[in-house]
Protein backbone atom coordinates (compact mmCIF):
# COMPACT_ATOMS: atom_id res chain seq x y z
CA UNK A 1 0.00 0.00 0.00
CA UNK A 2 2.69 2.24 0.38
CA UNK A 3 3.11 2.31 -2.98
CA UNK A 4 -0.06 3.76 -3.73
CA UNK A 5 0.67 6.42 -0.67
CA UNK A 6 4.15 7.66 -3.00
CA UNK A 7 1.84 7.20 -6.50
CA UNK A 8 -0.85 9.62 -4.73
CA UNK A 9 1.92 12.11 -3.54
CA UNK A 10 3.83 12.00 -6.95
CA UNK A 11 0.59 12.67 -8.86
CA UNK A 12 -0.37 15.49 -6.39
CA UNK A 13 2.79 17.30 -6.81
CA UNK A 14 2.11 17.16 -10.78
CA UNK A 15 -1.21 18.63 -10.34
CA UNK A 16 0.35 21.18 -8.38
CA UNK A 17 2.86 22.24 -10.98
CA UNK A 18 -0.02 21.85 -13.38
CA UNK A 19 -2.02 24.51 -11.61
CA UNK A 20 1.05 27.09 -11.64
CA UNK A 21 -0.16 27.99 -15.04
CA UNK A 22 -3.89 29.15 -13.37
CA UNK A 23 -4.47 32.65 -11.79
CA UNK A 24 -5.56 32.10 -8.36
CA UNK A 25 -9.15 33.58 -9.33
CA UNK A 26 -9.51 30.33 -11.43
CA UNK A 27 -7.62 28.28 -8.73
CA UNK A 28 -10.48 29.62 -6.07
CA UNK A 29 -13.21 29.72 -9.11
CA UNK A 30 -16.77 27.83 -7.59
CA UNK A 31 -17.06 24.57 -9.80
CA UNK A 32 -19.50 21.85 -10.36
CA UNK A 33 -19.29 18.72 -8.63
CA UNK A 34 -15.90 17.63 -5.84
CA UNK A 35 -15.59 20.21 -3.02
CA UNK A 36 -16.12 23.47 -4.67
CA UNK A 37 -12.87 24.16 -6.71
CA UNK A 38 -9.54 23.21 -7.80
CA UNK A 39 -7.38 24.83 -4.34
CA UNK A 40 -9.85 23.47 -1.95
CA UNK A 41 -9.84 20.17 -3.32
CA UNK A 42 -5.97 19.67 -3.35
CA UNK A 43 -6.18 21.21 0.19
CA UNK A 44 -9.35 18.90 1.38
CA UNK A 45 -7.53 15.89 0.47
CA UNK A 46 -4.07 16.67 2.72
CA UNK A 47 -6.51 17.81 5.45
CA UNK A 48 -8.41 14.37 5.05
CA UNK A 49 -5.41 12.12 4.84
CA UNK A 50 -3.59 13.90 7.71
CA UNK A 51 -7.28 13.52 10.21
CA UNK A 52 -6.91 9.70 8.78
CA UNK A 53 -3.41 9.31 9.96
CA UNK A 54 -3.54 10.95 13.57
CA UNK A 55 -6.54 8.45 14.02
CA UNK A 56 -4.27 5.71 13.33
CA UNK A 57 -1.67 7.01 15.40
CA UNK A 58 -4.53 7.80 18.71
CA UNK A 59 -3.43 11.78 17.72
CA UNK A 60 -6.00 14.50 18.18
CA UNK A 61 -7.25 15.24 14.97
CA UNK A 62 -5.32 18.72 14.04
CA UNK A 63 -8.13 20.92 12.32
CA UNK A 64 -6.31 23.04 9.57
CA UNK A 65 -8.37 26.77 8.07
CA UNK A 66 -8.75 26.66 4.10
CA UNK A 67 -8.61 30.50 4.87
CA UNK A 68 -5.15 30.01 6.26
CA UNK A 69 -3.86 28.29 3.57
CA UNK A 70 -5.74 29.88 0.60
CA UNK A 71 -2.42 30.27 -2.02
CA UNK A 72 -0.73 27.32 -3.79
CA UNK A 73 2.24 28.11 -2.21
CA UNK A 74 0.69 27.60 1.40
CA UNK A 75 -1.34 24.67 0.27
CA UNK A 76 1.94 22.45 -1.31
CA UNK A 77 3.94 23.79 2.00
CA UNK A 78 1.30 21.99 3.92
CA UNK A 79 1.40 19.00 1.51
CA UNK A 80 5.02 18.77 2.09
CA UNK A 81 5.35 19.36 5.66
CA UNK A 82 2.65 16.91 6.48
CA UNK A 83 3.45 14.48 3.83
CA UNK A 84 7.00 13.80 6.01
CA UNK A 85 5.81 12.74 9.08
CA UNK A 86 3.23 10.52 7.36
CA UNK A 87 5.74 8.73 5.55
CA UNK A 88 7.86 8.15 9.11
CA UNK A 89 4.32 6.90 10.24
CA UNK A 90 4.17 4.64 7.41
CA UNK A 91 7.33 3.27 7.99
CA UNK A 92 6.32 1.16 10.71
CA UNK A 93 2.63 0.39 10.34
CA UNK A 94 2.44 -3.27 9.53
CA UNK A 95 1.65 -4.08 13.03
CA UNK A 96 -1.33 -1.80 13.17
CA UNK A 97 -3.30 -3.11 10.31
CA UNK A 98 -5.39 -5.47 12.09
CA UNK A 99 -6.56 -3.34 14.70
CA UNK A 100 -9.66 -0.78 15.04
CA UNK A 101 -10.01 2.66 15.84
CA UNK A 102 -12.57 4.80 16.62
CA UNK A 103 -12.98 8.53 14.93
CA UNK A 104 -13.95 11.53 16.85
CA UNK A 105 -16.45 12.67 13.93
CA UNK A 106 -18.17 9.05 14.12
CA UNK A 107 -19.02 6.56 16.37
CA UNK A 108 -17.89 3.36 14.47
CA UNK A 109 -14.91 1.75 14.92
CA UNK A 110 -12.69 1.15 11.58
CA UNK A 111 -10.07 -1.36 10.70
CA UNK A 112 -6.90 0.49 10.33
CA UNK A 113 -6.00 -1.60 6.92
CA UNK A 114 -9.57 -0.55 5.60
CA UNK A 115 -8.97 3.37 6.94
CA UNK A 116 -5.74 2.89 4.56
CA UNK A 117 -7.77 2.06 1.59
CA UNK A 118 -10.10 4.91 2.67
CA UNK A 119 -6.78 7.70 2.22
CA UNK A 120 -5.63 6.41 -0.93
CA UNK A 121 -9.07 6.05 -2.85
CA UNK A 122 -9.85 9.21 -1.15
CA UNK A 123 -7.01 10.96 -3.11
CA UNK A 124 -7.69 9.08 -6.34
CA UNK A 125 -11.31 9.83 -6.39
CA UNK A 126 -10.78 13.86 -5.93
CA UNK A 127 -7.66 13.13 -8.75
CA UNK A 128 -10.61 12.25 -11.27
CA UNK A 129 -12.35 15.36 -10.42
CA UNK A 130 -9.92 17.77 -10.93
CA UNK A 131 -8.82 15.74 -14.07
CA UNK A 132 -12.76 16.85 -15.33
CA UNK A 133 -12.20 20.58 -14.10
CA UNK A 134 -9.08 20.43 -16.20
CA UNK A 135 -10.85 18.94 -19.26
CA UNK A 136 -13.17 22.18 -18.99
CA UNK A 137 -10.76 24.39 -18.70
CA UNK A 138 -9.32 22.74 -21.85
CA UNK A 139 -5.94 21.72 -20.52
CA UNK A 140 -3.92 18.49 -20.70
CA UNK A 141 -4.42 17.21 -16.54
CA UNK A 142 -1.78 16.02 -14.65
CA UNK A 143 -1.74 11.65 -15.86
CA UNK A 144 -3.16 9.42 -13.82
CA UNK A 145 -1.02 6.65 -14.60
CA UNK A 146 0.37 4.37 -12.17
CA UNK A 147 2.38 2.10 -14.84
CA UNK A 148 5.85 3.43 -15.86
CA UNK A 149 6.02 5.62 -12.89
CA UNK A 150 9.29 5.88 -11.11
CA UNK A 151 8.15 6.24 -7.55
CA UNK A 152 10.02 7.11 -4.92
CA UNK A 153 10.59 4.83 -2.35
CA UNK A 154 8.78 6.17 0.72
CA UNK A 155 11.91 4.67 3.54
CA UNK A 156 13.89 7.31 1.35
CA UNK A 157 11.78 10.16 2.51
Known sequence: MIKFFEYNWQVRDEWFDWCNQLTIKELLKD?????????????????????????????ED???????????EKVKTLS?????????????TD??????????????KYAVNDIIHHIIAHEI???????VWS??????PASSSFVGRELKSVHSF
Not at 62 to 72: H, K, M, R, S
Not at 135 to 140: A, G, I
Open 31 to 59: RIGGVGNILFTLFHIIDVEYSWIRVIQGK
Open 62 to 72: VVFQFDEYNTL
Open 80 to 92: DKLRSEIAEFLRN
Open 95 to 108: HLKEQSVSVPWDET
Open 125 to 131: HHIGQLS
Open 135 to 140: RELELQ
